[in-house]
Every structure is written in C-alpha cells, then in structure tokens.
C-alpha cells in the first residue's frame, strides 16, 4: 500500500471519505428529523422495526416458554412438561431436586434451575430448559418465575404445537395415573387425622391416601359378572365423544346390593384402584340439608367416585314424605343438632342429576344396600342406576379364588376337601367374608380349610334348626287359626 500511494495522497481521499460520510450523516440526519416530522410515531416504529428484522441475522430456532401460572390458575403445559421432564433425565444432566412426602410410595424427581434436557419427537430435536427468575407482583413484592423454555428448529413448528405438545400432555396425564396415590375423602370428621394436603378444594371434605388392597383380580364373585363390570368401566372411560354426542352427562351409576360381606365395599375399592378415581364417601347422615348436599357435590374433583353406603338406612333417616319443605336459613335447627327432613331421597338425586349433568366429567357414583326391595322406587327407576349388581353369598368359584388368595393353593390341582367345601356352600348361606374370616385362622392349608368345613357344617346346622323352628311355629300358628275358626 504504502509503495502505491503517498502519504498525501491517502491524507487527501482520507479527507473526501470523511466529508462524503459528513454529508451521508448530514442528510440521513435531515432524513431522519423530516420522518420524525411527517410520519406519524407509530408508522415510524414499525419501519424501524421491520429494517431492524431484516437485517439482524435470523435464528433458525423457535422458543415456547410455558409459565407456571396462567392469570390466576395453574399452567396445564407447565405442570405437564414437569411431569413429563422427570422421565427424561439423561446422563449429562448435572442437578436434580428429589422430594417425597411420608405417605409417597416412590420419589419425586424434578429439574434444578438452569438444567437442561434434550427429547426427541419423531426425529425432532427439542430441547427443554429449566429457569428461575426474580419477577415482580402486582404488589412489587419479589416473586420467583418459573418457567420452561422449549427450543427447536422452526419449521417443526406446527409438528411441535399440534402434536408434541398433546403428547407431552397424554404421557404426563398416563405417568401421574401410574403415581397416583388414591385418596378417600371424607366430611371432616375429629377422629380422623385427615391430611391437610392443600387438596381440601373448598369444600369440608378431608383426605387420606386409601391404601385398600383389594383389586377384581382379589374379589371373589361370578367371573363372567366381574368381566361385564371391568368393560362397563373401561368403555365408560372410552366414550367421552360418544357421551357428549348424545347429549348425556359423562357419568354412570351402579347399585350394589346383597348381603353383608358379600364384598360391595371392596368392589367400590376395586374399581378405585382400577381407574385411579378417588373416593368421596359420603354418609348422609352428616348432611342438614339439600343446600348443604349441593355445596358438598360441588366440592369434589372429577375423575371420583361418590360413594352413598347403605342408601337403604339413609332413606330411614331422611323424613318422608318427601314433599316437606326444603331448607331456609330462617328456619330453627332441630333439637338433635339436624334438621334431617331438609334433605329428600328426592333432593339428592335431583340434585345428583342435576350436578352431574352441568358440570363434571368422569363421575361415577355408587349406592350399596344390603336391602334393594327396601329402596325408593325413584332410585330403582330404570336410567337411574345405570347397572344393579347384584353381590352373593360364596359360591364355589368365590372359594377357589379365596382359596388361592389365602392360602396359596391351586385350585386346578385335586384337593380332597374341595368336594365337601362345595356341597356345603351350595346348601348353605356363607359370605365371602366369613369363608375368608376361616381360611386366615391357619398357616397350615389343611388346617385352615377342616376349620372351614366345620364352620360350614354349623352354620348348616343352624340354618337347619332356625328352619325348622320357623316350620314348627307356622304349623302351630295354622293350628290355632283352625282352632278359632
Ligand atoms: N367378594 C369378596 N371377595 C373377596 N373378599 C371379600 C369379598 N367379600 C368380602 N370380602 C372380605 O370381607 C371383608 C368385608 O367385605 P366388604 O366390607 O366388602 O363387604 P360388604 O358387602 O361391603 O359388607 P356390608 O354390607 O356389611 O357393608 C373384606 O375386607 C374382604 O376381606
Ligand atoms: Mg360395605
């Protein structure tokens, strides 16, 4: 360079540049001062804005971040991509947070702040990130933000929004129904230490985790019964469209009925633990009025059972005839504390259908009676109850299944008390309960099941005399008839 040009030469076009750049400046200047005065600020921002966009290199990415709140609820994709996340640690992540409450079966693993994890969707990459920050409340109080940050290519961008993101959803809904921990809610009672959980919803229900062990695969009862129920349950579980399309409520009531121990309240159990559904076990007794059913029915969550026990003895408690004036404020309490006549069998169901039809989704509600042809008829009305179920005394497809629940032994196999165990429980009244109550009293099979045939043979025996005293007293009843005739 310095060969080519002389130094006064360089000093010179030095010299033109800077003037040509001053009058450049210059003008842009006056440009910019006659913009400033023509077009309106608006107008003038997005110009500015839009040269800004075209020559700032672009990022082949896309960024979705997903609150944790949304306005004053909760964010479903928030809580979603937690779950989800928690599944998907790999090697290189550095931090973890684990937690797990007492009652918690397995830990819980989430992502510390700024930790990164990386998923792939039908060959997409996407790479999530976990962040805090310092934000301010309405009342300028420090807050932490949390947030997720999902990157990827932009043009998977309706792949990602259309269906990785309902994916993420569905898995995060399947993996919390695997955790979940079912919890059997209750009107608040003092003997009952219930969890204060934050999951009291408003209402005066309270929770404990229900750890019941039964499951239809421990139920003794008619197979081809227990098989029309668990695709009853399934196929309510599926229509969710088809319930909408015809206009009904998504809901489906069952009636259980039979004698005691015959295992109603272990199949509202079973079916709990099937469908993850908590329950709601409601004792009308501890309800005043119709009022009160209608803030207690609004208080539970869907995806619950609503339990109403022995419907039979609640329709004793409440006052008939129905017709009696519902609930006022006004009116005094009755002496025992309860104004039982404010709630109706009518009331309930009314306010039953009525709940469940406005709002809801996945309810399910179940009465037991050990007396069905004691119950309203308006409960037995068909499309009430959507199935009756009838639960029996054991039969001797029950006791095998016992048997083997209990006492291991398989039932494909000969047994030489089977014989007799069978016969006597065709000519006998035995519940399942009592049969299980004989075959837990010994270790020993053999044992267990002499002490079940005994048992048999005297309840047999009793059933017997209790005939035949029942046969003596209507003979001597007729005689005296025919006496005074
Ligand atoms: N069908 C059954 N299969 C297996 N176990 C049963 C069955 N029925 C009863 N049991 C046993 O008996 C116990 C009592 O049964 P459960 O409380 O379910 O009877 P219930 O029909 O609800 O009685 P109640 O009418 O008195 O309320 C259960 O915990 C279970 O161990
Ligand atoms: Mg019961």
Not at 63 to 73: A, N, P, Q, V
Not at 310 to 331: A, F, G, H, T, W
Not at 419 to 439: F, N, R
Not at 460 to 478: F, H, L, Q, W, Y
Request: hydrophobic letters at 35%; aromatic letters at 10%; one cysteine or more.
């Amino acid at each position: 360079m310095a060969s080519m040009f002389s130094s006064s030469e360089i000093s010179k076009s030095a010299t033109t540049l800077f003037s040509a750049y001053a009058s450049f400046a210059g003008s842009m200047m006056l440009v910019r001062s006659m913009a400033n005065e023509l077009i309106p600020h608006q107008l003038r921002s997005y110009l500015f804005s839009t040269f800004r966009y075209f020559f700032t290199p672009l990022s082949p990415n896309l960024t979705l971040t997903f609150d944790e709140r949304y306005g004053m609820s909760k964010n479903q994709v928030y809580e979603a991509a937690e779950i989800y996340l928690s599944t998907k640690i790999s090697p290189k992540t550095e931090r973890l947070k684990v937690s797990k409450t007492r009652k918690q079966k397995h830990f819980t693993i989430a992502l510390e702040k700024g930790e990164t994890v990386v998923d792939l969707f039908e060959d997409v990459k996407l790479t999530w990130r976990f962040l805090c920050t310092e934000g301010q409340t309405q009342k300028s109080h420090s807050e932490e933000r949390r947030v997720f940050e999902l990157s990827f290519n932009k043009k998977h961008k309706d792949k990602v929004i259309d269906f990785y993101l309902p994916y993420v959803l569905f898995k995060a809904e399947e993996i919390k129904n695997q955790d979940k921990m079912i919890r059997l809610y209750s009107k608040q009672c003092p003997f009952i230490d219930f969890e204060d959980d934050g999951r009291k919803n408003g209402g005066s229900w309270g929770s404990i985790i229900l750890e019941h062990p039964a499951t239809f695969d421990t139920l003794a009862m008619d197979p081809d019964l227990k098989k029309m129920i668990i695709d009853d349950l399934e196929r309510f579980l599926k229509r969710k469209e088809y319930y909408k399309k015809v206009g009904r409520a998504w809901k489906r009531g069952y009636l259980l009925f039979g004698p005691p121990g015959t295992g109603k309240s272990s199949l509202v159990a079973a079916m709990a633990n099937y469908l993850k559904f908590d329950i709601y076990d409601l004792r009308l007794s501890s309800v005043r009025s119709d009022a009160e059913l209608r803030r207690d029915l609004l208080s539970t969550t869907n995806r619950s059972i609503l339990l109403i026990e022995d419907i039979d003895c609640s329709s004793e408690v409440l006052e008939r005839p129905i017709e009696k004036k519902y609930y006022k404020q006004e009116e005094p309490p009755a002496k025992s504390g309860f104004t039982r006549h404010q709630l109706t069998l009518s009331g309930i169901l009314n306010c039953i259908d009525g709940l469940w039809s406005s709002c809801g989704d996945e309810r399910i509600i179940v009465f037991t009676t050990n007396y069905k042809e004691r119950l309203d008829p308006a409960l037995l009305r068909p499309g009430r109850m959507d199935m009756h179920i009838h639960m029996s005394y054991c039969t001797t497809h029950g006791f095998r299944l016992l048997a083997s629940n209990y006492l291991g032994i398989d039932s494909s196999k000969y047994n030489p008390f089977f014989g007799e165990i069978d016969g006597l429980l065709k000519s006998t009244e035995a519940s399942p309960a009592e049969v299980a109550e004989e075959l837990m009293k010994s270790e020993d099979a053999n044992a267990a099941l002499q002490g079940l045939v005994n048992f048999l043979k005297r309840k047999r025996d009793e059933g017997n005399e209790t005939k035949n005293k029942a046969t003596d007293d209507s003979e001597v009843s007729s005689s005296i008839k025919r006496l005074n005739a």
